[in-house]
């Protein structure tokens, strides 16, 4: 899944999944539609904007703490930002990693690879 609000930054983020045959990225365009499609579709993985328009990154990741410490998903922030005190922030209440936009289709998918990985309980 992708919360993000921008279509640009979306499709640039689908035509880079687009080769990946086992890849269904679903979107939501604000952090409340987010939290909510996370809870009912259970992802493998968001992919999570820092700057939404209803709500912060940092308050996603807030919102999906019980279910990232469960272990439902792994979060991962794709944001404009350099590595800045929001970007901490959220790492420190569960977010995985995070990238850097523009993203390229290697650093997105090592990524994923790695979160997924680590979903599935294996070595990165």
Avoid: C, W
């Amino acid at each position: 899944m992708y919360i993000e609000d921008d279509p640009v930054s979306f499709a640039v983020v689908q035509a880079l999944l687009s080769g990946q045959p086992d890849v269904r990225l679903i979107r939501a365009q604000t952090g409340g539609e987010g939290v909510s499609l996370a809870r009912s579709e259970h992802p493998d993985a968001i992919l999570l904007d820092m700057h939404l328009p209803d709500m912060s990154g940092i308050e996603v990741v807030r919102r999906l703490s019980e279910d990232i410490a469960a272990k439902a998903f792994r979060v991962l922030l794709l944001t404009g930002d350099k590595l800045n005190i929001d970007v901490l922030k959220a790492m420190s209440l569960g977010a995985f990693e995070y990238l850097v936009k523009p993203v390229n289709r290697e650093a997105l998918e090592g990524a994923l690879g790695r979160a997924l990985a680590v979903k599935a309980g294996k070595k990165s």
